[in-house]
């Protein structure tokens, strides 16, 4: 299990393999967002859900008013719950093999190999919906979410995060 800091204190918890991919997450796509994921990831460590805030007036106007964090730490919960499921959860071609790829990316085993572009759509799929049905984000703002995602796990699979 991996881990995190919060306020430079190192934590160990059932989530830190969602919590980390996040981060990685937010600094790649959303770096002024780090304060406010960090925020929601403690109140996930404590127990709480996550849920949407307000967060400080957006600097660039082309930001969000509303946080991303509780958004995306709840659609990696998801695709990480529809890996570990034995259930049909993901859509598309997903097979045995590909669901492994994507948990050894979720988890960084040493090793792990980059997702087939089916295995990438499937993924991405999953969560543009998760992020448009359970967060409530407009269908813009759901494609730039997964599509971060998408590329924090390439880079995971190039052994770059």
Do not use: K
Request: aromatic share 2%; proline share 7%.
């Amino acid at each position: 299990m991996g881990l995190w800091r919060r306020g430079g204190q190192r934590t160990r918890g059932e989530h830190d393999e969602v919590v980390i991919l996040g981060r990685e997450v937010i600094a790649c796509a959303y770096p002024s967002e780090l304060v406010a994921f960090d925020d929601v990831a403690c109140d996930l460590r404590r127990g709480r859900v996550p849920s949407v805030r307000r967060t400080r007036p957006p600097a660039e106007p082309d930001a969000l008013a509303d946080s991303i964090s509780p958004a995306l730490i709840g659609v990696l919960q998801a695709l990480a719950a529809a890996v570990g499921s034995t259930l049909p959860t993901l859509p598309g071609p997903l097979t045995e093999p590909g669901r492994r790829r994507i948990a050894t990316l979720l988890n960084r085993h040493p090793g792990a190999a980059a997702l087939d572009p089916a295995e990438e759509d499937s993924v991405h799929r999953t969560l543009v919906e998760a992020a448009m049905t359970r967060h409530a984000l407009s269908r813009d703002n759901a494609e730039q979410l997964g599509t971060a995602v998408i590329g924090a796990l390439r880079l995971r699979a190039d052994g770059r995060l």
